[in-house]
């Protein structure tokens, strides 16, 4: 039995003997050392770029610029429209201008600051309500990256028949993801000419393709190999350094190395994306909703990234894990100047959980009902619609998940500045409305022991051992049986990105099919029998080393454009968190006590990993209400930028719900993303109810709530806009 | 340059050294040991915990020159004797590592605590790791960890 067992990490061991390889630690004879120099101009045009200086330092390999790439000058998932190196404009401070080669980094970085650069600068668009009416433009096409939409019944028909409306306006600022690995790449050549890169990233295969675009090779001379990933967040789903190692690679011969400091982590990385949303929210005098009507502004900065994405998961999941039955939202992304925003664990539902659970407690108020009774009136639950359309016909714990926490939220006790506060979430697994499957394949090999070969990426969630887990109880063999051949492009077939909570889901049912037909294999050949594992396995290079591969990708429907309708996702996780604070009525400042954190993952595959990604969520939750605000030009490294250590943590007291899933592996569904998005909503209820204070704005730091509570502005909504 | 001599987890070593080399610069470097990790550079995350003289420091913002003369250990030298350390087995299985990067500074952290406090409290191992950020883990499994191992 390995399912629903604590297996020890199988990359544990390594860890902490300090022998994990990080793509920064590696070496090769003769290699390079590459820097990026980045713009520190918001929007500009570029007049010229003067390296010559730069260039004769001793030392100095080479310096690139955007006439020097032989392919594609841009990258992104959705869009193409990022240059890995300017050409002509800048449009954010941090854009990468060009790339010094050089035999050390210290080299590199000093030759760097040779580099002249002459700027006209250009108005910058710094917010997205100025982008929405500028003349200015960003991009060719206009400032308006995308605008989706959700619309359900009758929302004006059903405000009419209202009991009780609540109307609020709530803001969330940029977050960094503060992986405590920055980006870091290798990339050689080999003789046959083929480039390798291995790099601290969450997709090699994605990225495979990126390279082959930028050096115009075909992908199959293009290698990507994972090394062990400090952290990934949803900031090493973006190309980071593999572009710059690849290309300065490919166009000097030698290996090269790129690894970023903090510094140009923050400056290059891609942020959570600070949201702005009008919400509208109605509910009959039981408490049951009536109507929700929202529309949602993103900032997304200069390039696209996943802005689409974030801004189309922010409208689906609007409503909470509840059931309503009129919705009307509108979710736009404009550009701006700032820096990119992009895939940020969430993709935009930590911030629509701050607005809608605000909004459930301010309903509970009006109507005189507590607030776990409101959530439990309205949860959604087996047969139940979303605001999509779909039916939820199986695997819908939330009930549950609240039931877990009712005993702890009856015995709360007001005891002086404490308070008390819940959150809720659900959450699509996987990518929304469209395909995103993921393969595997395992092979037997010589030496008796079953080749696992998984192109999904471990970026410290802990995929491969669960992965294995799921491998070892699908053929009921013995842990040592199995070899895992994982993150690399060459061996492995595309199990796509890890991020939206994805792999446990949708790799672990692909790793459960191949692992069903090598079982079926092992049978025929006798393995219950008394025939070795050994002895099929040499056997089998007879019979032309058969493959046994595993494909999944769940059933889904494209969502219709207009209304929004449709089955985005074969299974969401649900959650919900009681926190309890206690805020100084001095100092305003804000710690969190107690966490109560309910989580319906369909079943728990490794019960301390589950726990392991919940403890984490509530931190970086505690961040997102409290501390992390990404300033741009001014939050630069971790003094001008905050996140929690262990004197911010609360003690955490976890509860599973395991309502199976039937299409998940053994049950299972996903607990990433889910482990942090209820937690800064259930924070900001509980400030409320410690100090009368709801705060409208993340983050919630004490110079906030130092001006709300001089304010004594306990209804404070910020500036209603019109988008 | 300058040559300087130092215990380095538990054997004689030496290095010729700039006057504005690191000490982080130099293990990783010099020693090849890569445990210990850089992660912001100025003192603030803790990936370069190590010990000089026993007392955790930021091996960022150590002078290499301060080691001349002084004891360093690092998380290689926990498993030196080719056997886990009691806090490494207990990291293993508390489920306290996820991504791994910050654990060997971690483990310094926690190791120097257990050197001075056999028994800590939950505050004092808290307060013991606050110079260390993890973005993973949410420090809950880190502390069980280092509570364990005290146990030991």
């Known amino acids: 039995m390995f399912v629903g067992e604590n297996l020890e990490r199988v990359d544990a061991l390594e860890k902490v003997m300090g022998k994990g390889m990080f793509a920064g630690d590696l070496r090769m004879e003769g290699m390079l050392f590459a820097v990026v120099l980045r713009s520190d101009r918001f929007h500009a045009r570029i007049i010229s770029i003067d390296a010559d200086d730069a260039l004769s330092t001793e030392g100095v390999a080479r310096i690139i610029t955007h006439s020097d790439i032989p392919g594609a000058n841009g990258y992104g998932v959705l869009k193409k429209d990022q240059p890995y190196l300017a050409e002509g404009y800048v449009r954010f401070f941090g854009e990468p201008l060009a790339v010094i080669i050089a035999e050390s980094e210290r080299i590199a970085r000093e030759a760097a600051l040779k580099i002249r650069i002459i700027y006209e600068d250009m108005e910058p668009l710094n917010d997205p309500f100025m982008a929405a009416v500028s003349t200015v433009t960003i991009h060719k096409g206009g400032n308006l990256l ?133 919400y509208r929210t109605g509910a009959a005098k039981d408490g049951r909703l009536t109507f929700l009507e929202a529309k949602i502004i993103g900032d997304t900065g200069a390039y696209a990234s996943y802005g689409a994405v974030v801004a189309l998961r922010a409208a689906v999941h609007a409503t909470g894990p509840y059931q309503v039955p009129n919705v009307e939202v509108e979710s736009s992304m404009y550009f701006t100047n700032n820096p990119v925003c992009g895939a940020m664990r969430g993709f935009g539902i930590p911030q629509t959980a701050f607005a809608h659970e605000s909004q459930m407690d301010l309903l509970a108020e009006a109507l005189c009902i507590d607030p776990l009774e409101i959530r439990k009136i309205n949860a959604l639950r087996k047969g139940s619609e979303t605001a999509t359309g779909q039916v939820l016909n199986h695997s819908v714990g939330f009930y549950d998940a609240l039931k877990c926490i009712e005993p702890a939220w009856k015995e709360r006790k007001k005891t002086g500045n404490n308070g008390f506060g819940l959150g809720c979430m659900f959450y699509g697994i996987g990518n929304t ?291 | 340059m300058r040559r300087i001599s130092l215990q380095l987890n538990g054997e004689k070593a030496e290095a010729e050294i700039e006057d504005y080399s690191t000490l982080l610069e130099v293990l990783r470097e010099q020693f090849s040991l890569l445990s210990v990790k850089e992660g912001c550079g100025i003192g603030e995350c803790g990936a370069c915990t190590v010990l000089l003289n026993e007392r955790p420091v930021y091996a960022c913002l150590t002078l290499a020159v301060k080691a001349d003369g002084c004891d360093v250990k690092t998380a290689e030298y926990l498993s030196g004797a080719g056997s886990l350390h009691p806090l490494q087995e207990a990291f293993v299985k508390a489920g306290a590592v996820q991504c791994g990067y910050c654990t060997p500074g971690m483990l310094m952290s926690a190791y120097a605590l257990l050197k001075e406090e056999k028994t800590p409290t939950d505050e004092m191992i808290r307060e013991g790791i606050s110079g260390n950020l993890c973005r993973c883990t949410g420090y809950v499994q880190i502390m069980e960890a280092v509570k364990d191992a005290a146990e030991i």
């Open chain 1, 146 to 278: 995308c605008r989706k939409s959700v619309f359900k019944g009758d929302t004006k028909k059903a405000a009419a028949d209202s009991s009780v409306i609540i109307e609020r306006t709530y803001s969330t600022r940029r977050v960094d993801h503060v992986f405590l690995e920055c980006e870091a790449g290798l990339a050689f050549p080999d003789t046959s000419g083929r480039i390798t890169v291995i790099s601290s990233t969450q997709n090699i295969h994605y990225k495979q393709k990126e390279v082959s675009r930028l050096l115009s090779l075909p992908e199959e001379r293009i290698r990507i190999i994972q090394a062990p990933t400090g952290g990934g967040f949803g900031g090493k789903l973006d190309v980071t350094v593999e572009g710059y190692a690849a290309l300065a690679a490919y166009l000097t011969g030698r290996p090269v190395m790129v690894r970023y400091t903090r510094e140009e982590s923050m400056l290059s990385n891609t942020k959570r994306h600070p949201l702005y949303m009008n």
């Open chain 1, 433 to 723: 409305g469209v395909p995103n499957p993921s393969a595997c394949h395992l092979t037997l090999m010589p030496e008796g022991k079953i080749g696992f070969h998984l192109g999904a990426c471990d970026i410290g969630q802990g995929s491969d051992t669960v992965l294995t887990q799921i491998l070892l109880e699908t053929l009921g063999l013995e842990k040592n049986c199995v070899l895992l051949l994982k993150g690399d492009s060459d061996t492995t077939r595309d199990a796509g990105s890890s991020s939206a909570s994805r792999q446990t889901y949708i790799t672990g049912k692909a790793v459960f099919e191949a692992g069903s037909k090598l079982r079926s294999y092992l049978e025929e050949k006798g393995i219950n029998k008394g025939r070795s594992l050994k002895d099929i396995c040499s056997a089998a290079s007879g019979e032309g080393g058969p493959i046994f591969d595993g494909f999944f990708d769940p059933p889904t429907t494209p969502l219709d454009p207009v209304t929004g309708q449709g089955i985005p996702y074969a299974t969401y996780a649900f959650a919900a968190h009681m926190t309890e604070v206690e805020v100084d009525a001095a100092t305003c400042v804000c710690r969190v006590k107690k966490v109560h954190a309910a989580h319906d993952v369909g079943r728990a595959i490794n019960p301390d990993a589950v726990r392991g990604q919940i403890f984490g969520g509530v931190a970086m939750g505690i961040g997102f209400a409290l501390m992390e605000e990404f300033i741009p030009s001014r939050s630069k490294s971790l003094y001008s930028y905050y996140i929690p250590t262990s004197m911010d943590m609360p003690s955490v007291e976890t509860y599973l719900v395991e309502d199976e899933e039937p299409t998940g592996p053994y049950g299972a569904k996903g607990v990433g993303e889910p482990a942090l998005i209820p937690q800064g909503a259930s924070i900001m209820n509980a400030i409320r109810d410690a100090t009368g204070i709801r705060g409208f704005e993340l983050p919630c730091n004490f110079e906030r709530l130092c001006v709300l509570s001089e304010n004594n502005d306990c209804n404070y909504s910020g500036s209603k806009f019109k988008g």
